[in-house]
Nanobody, 124 residues
Framework: QVHLVESGGGWAQPGGSLTLSCVASGFTLDDYTIGWFRQAPGKEREGVSCTSSSISSTDYADSVKGRFTISRDIAKNTVYLQMNSLKAEDTGEYYC?????????????????WGRGTQVTVSS
């Protein structure tokens, strides 16, 4: 059974850093695309980053390029999202999800299974 669990969220000051983790079970992470998404209150869920080993692809939303880095640890079946230079507009619930067709496209509808999310709050 596919299962994704996010962790690492919390509070950070503007300019600070957080690292999110997404632990996968029920499938081999390296075979599929993993995406990170976020949703701020009152807004639609948006793509942040995705990574796919099978097609050697990584992508980032323009709003996080140069600040966020996605990576994976195959031995731990875990994907990370390192978030630096955080801004207030990065606040939201962060979700990881798996695309079983491995397209690495930041489109919500492409993803088949989702975690429950971890909250990130950036404020002074």
């Amino acid at each position: 059974q596919v299962h994704l669990v996010e962790s690492g969220g919390g509070w950070a000051q503007p300019g600070g850093s957080l690292t999110l983790s997404c632990v996968a079970s029920g499938f081999t992470l390296d075979d599929y695309t993993i995406g990170w998404f976020r949703q701020a209150p009152g807004k639609e869920r948006e793509g942040v980053s995705c990574t796919s080993s099978s097609i050697s692809s990584t992508d980032y939303a323009d709003s996080v390029k140069g600040r966020f880095t996605i990576s994976r640890d195959i031995a731990k079946n875990t994907v990370y999202l390192q978030m630096n230079s955080l801004k207030a507009e990065d606040t939201g619930e962060y979700y990881c999800a798996v695309d079983l067709i491995s397209r690495c496209v930041l489109r919500v509808a492409n993803y088949h299974y989702w975690g429950r999310g971890t909250q990130v709050t950036v404020s002074s």
